[in-house]
Nanobody
Framework: QVQLVESGGGLVQAGGSLRLSCAAS????????MGWFRQAPGKEREFVST????????YYTDSVKGRFTISRDNAKKMGYLQMNSLKPEDTAVYYC?????????????????WGQGTQVTVSS
């Protein structure tokens, strides 16, 4: 059993930055790929970014490329999403998730464990 807890969300003005954290417990975090997803009100959950087991492979959805950076610290069992140049359309609940294999995936059904989410609100 793997538990994931996100933190770092909040209210920020457009153009600002936030750093989301995902703390993992249980399981073997260093062998799992990790992803970040988001869900805005009335919309489906969408892929944001993913990172493989050792951080050597990352992938981003087009709308966040160049603004967001995903990273991980396996020794601390932590994942991160640095979000810069935030826009109002980035407003959503952000979720971290892990898959039980090391390689990345961009669809929610490729992930087995999920956190409870953290709210990010970007004001214009």
């Amino acid at each position: 059993q793997v538990q994931l807890v996100e933190s770092g969300g909040g209210l920020v003005q457009a153009g600002g930055s936030l750093r989301l954290s995902c703390a993992a417990s249980g399981g073997t975090f260093s062998t799992y790929a990790m992803g970040w997803f988001r869900q805005a009100p009335g919309k489906e959950r969408e892929f944001v970014s993913t990172i493989n087991w050792n951080g050597g492979n990352t992938y981003y959805t087009d709308s966040v490329k160049g603004r967001f950076t995903i990273s991980r610290d396996n020794a601390k069992k932590m994942g991160y999403l640095q979000m810069n140049s935030l826009k109002p359309e980035d407003t959503a609940v952000y979720y971290c998730a892990v898959r039980l294999i090391p390689v990345i995936a961009t669809t929610p059904n490729g992930y087995y464990y999920w956190g409870q989410g953290t709210q990010v609100t970007v004001s214009s």
